[in-house]
């Protein structure tokens, strides 16, 4: 048995990566079996109008060519499945190689079955809690409103976990650089909406004494006993038009799909995706944020000395707004890459609205630094849609360097509010694995 296990080590450690991948997911439904939803990779829709000229942003160094030249879609693996329910990420070479990542590129997260809502003219959305006159809203009703697209990448808060997870074992879906994607978001702004049923803009507490909005999907969670997921936001948040909260039934121009929250979900640009809850089935304004599980026993940042016998989750907040980010996309560890020009692609994000001010990337392990070009397209619209700015969006970047031999190849973002990303992945290590937010590094081997 052990010979033929040393004639096949490659085999072993792929299977006992994806035993590790299981392992890791105790926190998640144990959902029902859904059928496959891993579609075979096709070309995105374009839009006709959609501008595709690169824009490149302030204080770009001059560099001869412009990241983000749209590869083609086709010719890329299709997205790595990561267990049930349904989760899974694009490839890294995908991710980058597009601006507005397309819907079968983006990553999908659950946690529970995904529902199924077919009846579109009966589907509504109820609005109850501390507020004077409880409602009922239809799709055609949330329609009826100005519609808004929102540029705006959505980030899982357990990305980059995996490397996380080499440092001490951590609880989650195992994903690597690609639970994050840039989407067009069409809908309403939820400020419309709430005033709407009778909570006037830029409201911070109802007569009643409402200061939180909360989100209550149709979904069923192991987490919540079998109940729905929900989260919620600061109702000045919900009712601020520029926070640009959206009640979303468009992605990038096309209806919703139901892996992404058919008929409609709320899409809060710049907080972490875990807020941005999908299938809505009621908005409740409450006094006191959602005491949901996935607000108060998940997704919070402890320090590394907490572990699961000392742990006490009431001492930290739900995280909302995510930290400054960024992954290199074109170069996966231990790539074999001949010697010469190199080039180093990827993405870069911050939360809060937090613009991506500069991006350093560096072949010597972090000794010295270039920095990288970035670019974002700007004003997309499809029809004649209201659009808002893309500060909520991601930049990519793009750096030529020249590489001789066998090294780490690092990028850090710096947000418009001067954040850095961190250094070390010891430092901010967490048990349940979130906001990995360290330097991004990748070993190279250089061959002839
Ligand atoms: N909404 C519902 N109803 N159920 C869920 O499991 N997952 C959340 C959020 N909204 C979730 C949800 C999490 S953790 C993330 S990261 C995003 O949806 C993922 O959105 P996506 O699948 O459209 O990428
Ligand atoms: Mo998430």
């Given at each position: 048995?052990?010979?033929?296990?040393?004639?096949?080590?490659a085999?072993?450690?792929?299977?006992?990566?994806?035993?590790?991948?299981?392992?890791?997911?105790?926190?998640?439904?144990a959902?029902?079996?859904?059928?496959?939803h891993?579609?075979?990779?096709?070309?995105?829709?374009?839009?006709?109008?959609?501008?595709d000229?690169r824009?490149?942003?302030?204080?770009?160094?001059?560099?001869?060519?412009?990241?983000?030249?749209?590869a083609?879609?086709?010719?890329?693996?299709?997205?790595?499945?990561?267990?049930?329910?349904?989760?899974?990420?694009?490839?890294?070479?995908?991710?980058?190689?597009?601006?507005?990542?397309?819907?079968?590129?983006?990553?999908?997260?659950?946690?529970?079955?995904?529902?199924?809502?077919?009846?579109?003219?009966?589907?509504?959305?109820?609005?109850?809690?501390?507020?004077?006159n409880?409602?009922?809203?239809?799709?055609?009703?949330?329609?009826?409103?100005?519609?808004?697209?929102?540029?705006?990448?959505?980030?899982?808060?357990?990305?980059?976990?995996?490397?996380?997870?080499?440092?001490r074992?951590?609880?989650?879906?195992?994903?690597?650089?690609s639970?994050?994607?840039?989407?067009?978001?069409?809908?309403?702004?939820?400020?419309?909406?709430?005033?709407?049923?009778?909570?006037?803009?830029?409201?911070?507490?109802?007569?009643?004494?409402?200061?939180h909005?909360?989100?209550?999907?149709?979904?069923?969670?192991?987490?919540?006993?079998g109940?729905?997921?929900?989260?919620?936001?600061?109702?000045i948040?919900?009712t601020?038009?520029?926070?640009?909260?959206?009640?979303?039934?468009?992605?990038?121009?096309e209806?919703?799909?139901?892996?992404?929250?058919?008929?409609?979900?709320?899409?809060?640009?710049?907080?972490?995706?875990?807020?941005?809850?999908?299938?809505?089935?009621?908005?409740?304004?409450?006094?006191?944020?959602?005491?949901?599980?996935?607000?108060?026993?998940?997704?919070?940042?402890?320090?590394?000395?907490?572990?699961?016998?000392?742990?006490?989750?009431?001492?930290?907040?739900?995280?909302?707004?995510?930290?400054?980010?960024?992954?290199?996309?074109?170069?996966?560890?231990v790539?074999?890459?001949?010697?010469?020009?190199?080039?180093?692609?990827?993405?870069?994000?911050?939360?809060?609205?937090?613009?991506?001010?500069?991006?350093?990337?560096?072949?010597?392990?972090?000794?010295?630094?270039?920095?990288?070009?970035?670019?974002?397209?700007?004003?997309?619209?499809?029809?004649?849609?209201?659009?808002?700015?893309?500060?909520?969006?991601?930049?990519?970047?793009?750096?030529?360097?020249?590489?001789?031999?066998?090294?780490?190849?690092?990028?850090?973002?710096?947000?418009?509010?001067?954040?850095?990303?961190?250094?070390?992945?010891?430092?901010?290590?967490?048990?349940?694995?979130?906001?990995?937010?360290?330097?991004?590094?990748?070993?190279?081997?250089?061959?002839?």
């Amino acid at each position: 048995m052990a010979s033929t296990i040393s004639h096949f080590p490659a085999f072993y450690s792929a299977l006992v990566f994806l035993l590790l991948l299981n392992a890791l997911i105790p926190l998640d439904c144990a959902s029902a079996h859904q059928p496959s939803h891993v579609v075979p990779p096709k070309p995105p829709p374009r839009s006709a109008s959609a501008p595709d000229a690169r824009i490149p942003l302030m204080g770009t160094p001059p560099t001869p060519v412009l990241c983000g030249e749209e590869a083609p879609i086709q010719q890329q693996p299709a997205s790595r499945k990561l267990g049930e329910p349904f989760n899974a990420e694009p490839p890294r070479s995908a991710l980058a190689s597009s601006y507005v990542t397309p819907v079968d590129f983006f990553y999908k997260r659950n946690h529970g079955p995904i529902p199924v809502i077919d009846d579109i003219h009966s589907y509504s959305v109820s609005f109850a809690g501390l507020i004077e006159n409880p409602k009922q809203l239809f799709m055609k009703d949330i329609r009826a409103l100005p519609k808004y697209l929102v540029t705006a990448t959505l980030q899982c808060a357990g990305n980059r976990r995996t490397a996380m997870s080499k440092t001490r074992t951590v609880k989650g879906v195992g994903w690597d650089v690609s639970a994050i994607g840039n989407a067009v978001w069409g809908g309403a702004k939820l400020a419309d909406v709430l005033e709407l049923v009778g909570i006037p803009k830029l409201t911070g507490a109802t007569k009643s004494g409402g200061k939180h909005v909360e989100f209550v999907s149709v979904d069923k969670c192991k987490e919540e006993n079998g109940g729905p997921y929900k989260a919620s936001i600061p109702l000045i948040q919900a009712t601020n038009p520029e926070a640009d909260v959206l009640l979303a039934y468009e992605m990038n121009g096309e209806t919703l799909n139901r892996d992404h929250g058919y008929p409609l979900r709320v899409v809060v640009p710049g907080v972490i995706g875990a807020r941005s809850v999908k299938w809505l089935d009621s908005i409740n304004v409450i006094a006191e944020e959602c005491q949901g599980f996935f607000m108060q026993k998940d997704y919070k940042m402890f320090p590394p000395s907490v572990n699961w016998d000392n742990i006490d989750w009431s001492t930290r907040r739900p995280q909302m707004d995510f930290p400054v980010q960024c992954a290199i996309c074109s170069l996966e560890d231990v790539n074999a890459i001949k010697p010469g020009k190199v080039k180093i692609t990827g993405y870069a994000a911050s939360g809060g609205g937090r613009g991506i001010e500069r991006v350093d990337v560096s072949v010597d392990g972090g000794k010295t630094w270039i920095e990288a070009s970035r670019y974002q397209r700007t004003g997309i619209r499809y029809i004649s849609e209201h659009t808002s700015s893309d500060k909520w969006a991601w930049v990519l970047f793009e750096a030529m360097a020249d590489v001789q031999q066998n090294t780490e190849i690092v990028a850090k973002a710096v947000d418009s509010a001067a954040n850095v990303q961190p250094e070390k992945v010891e430092d901010i290590w967490n048990l349940r694995g979130i906001l990995n937010t360290s330097w991004h590094r990748v070993q190279v081997r250089v061959g002839h």
